[in-house]
Structures are given as structure tokens and as C-alpha cells.
């Protein structure tokens, strides 16, 4: 017995593991997926109704989920997009020498570590219009108050700030550690030839550093198109539909209309827009030889 | 000599102010939970406080917080631990036996979005009466946990020496008891680190816990979530709550600064 365990250890460690994923997650989106050609609302008196492809048709004439589509990505590469520029230029400044390094990296860590609800809804008071610093801030500077959160124009760039404040420390400290391990050589050589500050980032570390700010980025595109609990924290979607992501419009659509068999097809559709760019991911991820 | 010494203060302070932007949310957030609701409601004066705990008792009094951070921590605890039982197993196979495959399902869980699979979870769960139940939020929070910690072990235990395992082997260990008795205890910051990313991640979870927890079992994530309903918003009481819940994710990073970068960052630099 313990011999024949012995022999096949290689299959029977994973296996609890992996049962337990297809049970909770594979089987759960076969689910899904199956709910998605239904038309159902959950009561028990009816049962799932086969409708074929009419939740897709649905889905796809539905103005709300072209904008929910939209809204998705518009957050999504803005948001990753500024604090990708902003993480590499603080992992550059952190990597001087300063006073404090090593709690001074740590405090960093607070946004990305601190509960999502949390964060959200200090962010609710910081944008209060009447009472929150956001305004007030504006005020010294002598520009006008906004409504921010409140207001449909406002709400994603409001967002944005969110995702920046809270996922640039990220970006920072893992070019920082790419940073550090850079090769010394190349700045010598580069140092003897007498190329300037601007030429030695440009020329020699950008280009070294690029596999590195590469896994940075893909990780956070891949978690900035499932951003749930900030979103749903401030403002629900809101106002009105203007902050309604996939994710959001999926909630609302299963969760509150009830509506399974249209929400499951748009589940299915964001499922396969985040496995598209993942495969993306690992393709491009071999390419450059970098790991995530 | 001193223009050295200029660049390091000017260096520093530079630093120091940008840092500030990233910590001012968290001091407002503090500042705010000493606050009466009339202070909060004035902005002429943004600093006037007479400090009081009274959000702070209000929190513990009229809203019973000790439950939901008594859930969170159940549930937290329990999660990692089941997700280390599974995973830590899985990680140590896909490094020994380089089982790359096994080690991108793992990956594909850590990446599909949870709410592809949450209208199923409501309808199983309510199917087998499992929803506010303890069981049903663990086992959803080890979807969360279990991917970390084998993310965070498979590296760990590939950089340990082949011989170690080897050794045991020649003293007459199986493969199971070489885990047991060498691996796993020489494994120590490994599995802290793992343990502590797991935790974390249960303890901030908020869309599982939105549709699988009720009245007894609801999470802090989702009972400070609630404040908001509330008519007037108070804030104190929202502020205190919040301090409340991130308060033990910013003391564990802050002692263990090291391990959590590692982790959450873990292999994104190895190209």
C-alpha cells in the first residue's frame, strides 16, 4: 500500500488540489456556461427554459453592456496605463539613496495590502462634495469644487485616481526589484563613453528592464479588468450607469434582476475576454522569456 | 562632500512628500475616526478634534463588530489552513516533478474572474441550505487562498537542494515522510509567507462573502459595507470600522515587509 502510494506520489499530491478546483471553479463555470443558452429567473415553479443563443442576441442589442464594454476597458488601460509611468519613475526615485529606505518601502505596501471596501469608502469621504479634503483641496487652489463620484463625466477619472493611488506602489516595487538586479557592467562601459544621464536610462536601462515592467503590466491589466470591490464600494456602478463595468452589469444583472440566463451570457463573454488576454499573456510572457 | 550630503536630503524629502500622497488617505481615514460627526460636517477648521473614542465604542456597541471580526478571522484561519493542506502538497509535486502543466491550472484559477462562477455558487450553495453557513465562505474563500500558496511554494521549494530529499530517501524515508519530517519544517518562512498572502487576501474579500454570508456569518468587508445604507452616513462610525478592519493587514505588513513584496511580487523579476 504505502509502497504503491510511494510510486504514484507524483499524481496523488496534486489530486486533492485539483479536485478541488474542478469541483468549485471548473464544473461552477460549465454551469454557467449552460445557464447562459436558459432562459431562467431562479423561481422554483419554473424550471430552466432552453432558449439557444437569444441571451447572446439579447446581450449583444443591449445598449448597456456595449457601454458596460466600453467603460471596462476605457478604466482598464487608462488606469493601467498612468501608473505604469508612474511606478517606474517612484521605482527609479526609491532606488536612490535616501533616509529610512526600509520602512519607506514598507509604508508603500499600505495601498495595496489595505482592505478594497475599505479603501473605497475613504475614497467616498475624500470625494464627499460638501465636506470631503478632495474639494477642499480644490478650494485652496482656487479652482472649482466637482462632484466626482456624483458626476457621470467624473466617476471613471475619479476611478482611475483609485487604481493609481492604490496599484503604482506595485508596479514600483517590482521594477525596483528588477532595479536592483540589474547588471553593472553596461553603466560602466556607458560611463567611459560619456553618455549622459538621460541617454544611460534610455538606452541601457528601459531596455533591461523591460521583461521586467512587461509581467508588471500584463499582471495588472489582468486585475484591472476584473476590479469588483473599489467599483462597487463608491459607487455601485453610478451614477446611473456611468461607472457599470462588466463585472458590475454581471452583478447587477444576476444578483439583482435575477435575470441568470442573460447575466450568465455576459459572464461568459467577460470570462472569455480575461482568458483571450491571459493566453496573450503566457504567449507574449514566453516570448520575452519573462515569468509571472 | 556636502553636495553629496544636499542630494541625499534633497533625494529624501522628495521621497517623503510622495510617500505622504500615498499614506494621506490612511491618516484622513484615521483623523476622521476621531471625529465627531459635527467635526467631520465642518471643514472650516480640518484639524479640530477632541479626540474620542466614541466611534471606536459605537462600533463595538451599537453595531456588535466583535461578530464580524470573530467571522472574518474564522473564516480567514480556516481557508488558509485548508488551502495549505491542499496546496502545499500540489506545490511541492509541481516543483519536484516539474509538472508545468499542473502548475498553469493553478495559474487559470488565479486569473479567471470569480464572478463567472458566482450564480452557480448561490444556486448549488442554497440548493444544499449551505448559504450563511461557515462552510460554504471557507470553501470559497480556498479558491482565493490555495492558488497564493501554491504560487508562493512552488519557487520556495525548487530552490531547496535535491540532496535534502535524497538523504531522508537513503535513511529510509518515503517520499510522504521526507515531506513531512525534512521538507515541510526547513520550509518555515516559505509557508509564513504563503500563509500570510493567503490570510490577507480571505480577510479583504468582499465579492464571495457579498452573496455567500448572511446574518451570522457576515464578514467585516460586508457589514462595514453596510454602513452605507444608512440614512445620514456616519462617517465616524464608517471611519473607525475601516481603521478597524485594516488595521491588522498594515501590522502584519509592517513586520513583515519582506516576505509579503516577495510574495506579492513573487517571480515577476526571475526573467
Known amino acids: 500500500m504505502s509502497y504503491w502510494f510511494d510510486k504514484h506520489v507524483k499524481w496523488i499530491y496534486p489530486l486533492p488540489a485539483v479536485l478541488f478546483v474542478a469541483l468549485m471553479m471548473v464544473f461552477p463555470i460549465g454551469y454557467t456556461f449552460w445557464l447562459s443558452f436558459n432562459e431562467w429567473s431562479m423561481s422554483n415553479v419554473a424550471p430552466p427554459l432552453w432558449v439557444a443563443f437569444e441571451n447572446y442576441k439579447e446581450l449583444f442589442a443591449d445598449e448597456l453592456f456595449r457601454q458596460s464594454l466600453w467603460t471596462t476597458f476605457y478604466f482598464t488601460f487608462i488606469a493601467v496605463a498612468v501608473q505604469t509611468v508612474l511606478g517606474v519613475l517612484l521605482a527609479l526615485l526609491l532606488n536612490a539613496h535616501f533616509i529610512g529606505k526600509g520602512i519607506v518601502k514598507t509604508l508603500f505596501l499600505l495601498p495595496m495590502v489595505a482592505t478594497p471596501v475599505a479603501i473605497g469608502l475613504v475614497w467616498v469621504l475624500i470625494y464627499e462634495p460638501n465636506v470631503g479634503v478632495a474639494n477642499i483641496f480644490l478650494q485652496v487652489m482656487g479652482l472649482p469644487a466637482q462632484e466626482w463620484l456624483a458626476s457621470p463625466d467624473l466617476v471613471l477619472p475619479s476611478l482611475i485616481i483609485i487604481d493609481v493611488w492604490e496599484w503604482t506602489p506595485m508596479i514600483a516595487l517590482i521594477v525596483l526589484a528588477g532595479l536592483v538586479s540589474l547588471p553593472k557592467d553596461p553603466y560602466e562601459a556607458a560611463i567611459v563613453d560619456g553618455a549622459n544621464r538621460f541617454q544611460i536610462f534610455w538606452k541601457i536601462t528601459l531596455p533591461l528592464l523591460q521583461p521586467t515592467i512587461y509581467s508588471a503590466v500584463l499582471l495588472r491589466l489582468i486585475d484591472a479588468l476584473k476590479t469588483f470591490d473599489i467599483i462597487y464600494a463608491t459607487t455601485q456602478g453610478g451614477p446611473g450607469t456611468s461607472s457599470q463595468t462588466l463585472n458590475i452589469y454581471g452583478y447587477v444583472l444576476g444578483f439583482q434582476y435575477f435575470q441568470l440566463g442573460k447575466a450568465s451570457a455576459l459572464l461568459m463573454v467577460f470570462f472569455a475576454i480575461v482568458l483571450a488576454l491571459s493566453i496573450l499573456v503566457i504567449f507574449l510572457r514566453k516570448k520575452v522569456g519573462v515569468s509571472i | ?271
Open chain 2, 1 to 271: 562632500m556636502i553636495k553629496k550630503r544636499m542630494k541625499l536630503i534633497f533625494m529624501s524629502l522628495a521621497v517623503y512628500l510622495i510617500l505622504f500622497i500615498f499614506i494621506a488617505p490612511f491618516l484622513w481615514m484615521v483623523l476622521a475616526s476621531f471625529k465627531t460627526q459635527q467635526q467631520i460636517l465642518d471643514t472650516s477648521n480640518l484639524l479640530a478634534i477632541t479626540p474620542s473614542f466614541s466611534n471606536f465604542v459605537n462600533v463595538f456597541t451599537q453595531y456588535e463588530f466583535m461578530g464580524f471580526i470573530g467571522n472574518s478571522f474564522l473564516v480567514a484561519v480556516a481557508s488558509t489552513f485548508l488551502g495549505l493542506l491542499l496546496g502545499l502538497p500540489a506545490a511541492y509535486s509541481i516543483a519536484k516533478y516539474k509538472q508545468n502543466g499542473l502548475g498553469l491550472l493553478i495559474l487559470v484559477a488565479r486569473i479567471v474572474p470569480g464572478i463567472s462562477f458566482l450564480i452557480p455558487w448561490f444556486i448549488i450553495f442554497s440548493k444544499l441550505e449551505l448559504i450563511d453557513t461557515y462552510t460554504a465562505l471557507t470553501l470559497s474563500h480556498v479558491l482565493v487562498t490555495m492558488p497564493f500558496i501554491i504560487w508562493v511554494m512552488i519557487p520556495f521549494f525548487e530552490s531547496l537542494p535535491g540532496e535534502l530529499e535524497e538523504s531522508a530517501r537513503i535513511d529510509g524515508c518515503t517520499t510522504t515522510g521526507a515531506l513531512i519530517r525534512i521538507i515541510l519544517p526547513i520550509s518555515g518562512p516559505g509557508i509564513i509567507t504563503a500563509s500570510i498572502l493567503a490570510f490577507i487576501f480571505s480577510w479583504n474579500n468582499f465579492m464571495f462573502s457579498l452573496i455567500l454570508a448572511g446574518e451570522n456569518t457576515k464578514t467585516l468587508p460586508i457589514a462595514i459595507f453596510n454602513f452605507l445604507s444608512y440614512s445620514e452616513i456616519n462617517w465616524g462610525g464608517l471611519m473607525a470600522a475601516s481603521v478597524i478592519i485594516t488595521l491588522p493587514v498594515l501590522i502584519i505588513a509592517l513586520f513583515m515587509q519582506r516576505y509579503i513584496i516577495a510574495g506579492m511580487t513573487g517571480g515577476a523579476v526571475k526573467g
